[in-house]
């Protein structure tokens, strides 16, 4: 069946439900069997949501550039009084959103003359604002951040925003677990620990969020593979599965949950691996090719068995890449992220926002039914005629 042989170990793995090592890892990402590798993501994939692909209408709020950082990979943030600063108010960003979206995902710039009521005055004029939209607001950086300037905890923030109307945290300021990249392309920013004790504290909590990967610059494939490991050791903790036999020894297909946010709870929902945009940064001079992006989502598919969702974000992969990563062993798209601009500045070449149908087209040429879903990763209704694909 394989054309690689070195890939038969995997599937057996795979088949028999024994967790996948890095050692698996390095075979899948070494072996030139794309194709294999991409069906067994995909087996993986189906046997927990069958035909399924989710998407979400929501959109995307940057509510400042201007930033305290200064991230030699970003081409986004700027200092304040440049040209191309700006700082949205808050009835601005409330003007931008509406109540028939279902997710307001929210990330941005730090201003140093920002304090904490900064962040909770935003959450709390959307909720008022659109009380049954979720917010997914606030990277790790951002709610260290926010930490730090308010002289209190981690976790006294994240209580303050959670009682504001936060609903989840995103993915965001992973970038790759490296203290050797983080030196070398942002030196004052969070660092492994720090990030993973955001989110850590956010699942305590009750606060569901994501996990990101930012790959294709100056990383090793090594480099990848151990922010991998984190992130799924992170995952075992926040679950309470570390200690459990069965856990430990769970494979790959898990077990299909009646819906798909019954185990995305108070855990990252979502892993999001972001293929980086060179821009003017001059750190990529060949950017990932569309082979890379496909292997490793199936490898995060593969690996990554205790996040439900792995999700193939078209503003990064563009829209054709995108729908053909649900073969890949992808199950979610994103969403409509009217006026994103982080990718984008950093020279994204996807649309910059997408309409439930064009979303929902990628979906059906990929074989998959598409389900709308809300922040947490609930099925909205799924309309009758799309059962038939």
């Known amino acids: 069946m394989f054309l690689d042989d070195n890939l038969i170990s995997v599937w057996e793995k795979v088949q028999n439900k024994i967790r996948l090592g890095l050692d698996d890892v390095r075979i899948l990402y070494s072996s030139p069997d794309?194709?294999?590798?991409?069906?067994?993501?995909?087996?993986?994939?189906?046997?927990?949501?069958?035909?399924?692909?989710?998407?979400?209408?929501?959109?995307?709020?940057?509510?400042?550039?201007?930033?305290?950082?200064?991230?030699?990979?970003?081409?986004?943030?700027t200092k304040r009084g440049q040209p191309n600063a700006y700082e949205m108010t808050i009835d601005?960003?409330?003007?931008?959103?509406?109540?028939?979206?279902s997710e307001i995902h929210i990330s941005g710039g730090m201003p140093p003359?920002?304090?904490?009521?900064?962040?909770?005055?935003?959450?709390?004029?959307?909720?008022r604002a659109y009380p049954t939209v979720g917010i997914k607001a606030f990277t790790a950086v951002e709610v260290e951040w926010a930490a730090r300037i308010s002289r209190q905890s981690i976790e006294a923030v994240l209580i303050q925003l959670k009682e504001a109307g936060l609903t989840a945290l995103p993915g965001g300021g992973a970038e790759v677990f490296s203290e050797r990249i983080r030196k070398e392309l942002f030196p004052f920013k969070i660092g492994i620990k720090e990030w993973l004790e955001v989110h850590r504290t956010a699942h305590r909590l009750g606060i569901p969020s994501n996990a990101t990967l930012l790959y294709g610059h100056i990383e090793?494939?090594?480099?990848?593979?151990?922010?991998?490991?984190?992130?799924?050791?992170?995952?075992?903790?926040?679950?309470?599965?570390?200690?459990?036999p069965a856990a430990a020894g769970r494979g790959s297909m898990g077990p299909p949950p009646e819906t798909a946010g019954d185990d995305s709870r108070a855990a990252f929902m979502s892993f999001i691996p972001l293929a980086f945009q060179p821009g003017t940064t001059g750190l990529a001079y060949q950017p990932p090719s569309v082979q890379d992006d496909l292997k490793l989502l199936a490898i995060s598919r593969l690996y990554l068995d205790n996040i439900p969702h792995i999700k193939a974000y078209w503003i990064a992969l563009g829209e054709e890449t995108a729908s053909t990563g649900l073969h890949w062993g992808a199950d979610d798209i994103d969403g409509t992220l009217g006026g994103e601009r982080i990718m984008h500045d950093a020279g994204a070449i996807s649309p910059t926002q997408m309409a439930?149908?064009?979303?929902?087209?990628?979906?059906?040429?990929?074989?998959?039914?598409?389900?709308?879903?809300?922040?947490?990763?609930?099925?909205?209704?799924?309309?009758?005629?799309?059962?038939s694909v």
């Open 92 to 101: 601005e960003m409330v003007r931008k959103c509406s109540g028939d979206i």
């Open 113 to 127: 003359e920002w304090t904490l009521e900064n962040y909770l005055g935003i959450v709390r004029a959307l909720r």
């Open 220 to 244: 090793t494939a090594e480099e990848r593979w151990k922010h991998l490991e984190m992130i799924r050791d992170l995952q075992d903790e926040s679950l309470n599965k570390t200690s459990s």
């Open 34 to 77: 794309l194709i294999s590798v991409g069906w067994m993501a995909k087996q993986v994939k189906e046997a927990r949501f069958g035909k399924k692909a989710f998407y979400v209408l929501n959109q995307k709020l940057e509510p400042t550039n201007v930033c305290v950082l200064s991230c030699k990979f970003c081409d986004f943030a």
């Open 356 to 387: 439930r149908e064009r979303l929902e087209e990628l979906i059906r040429e990929a074989g998959c039914i598409p389900v709308e879903r809300d922040a947490l990763y609930n099925p909205m209704a799924v309309r009758k005629e799309l059962l």
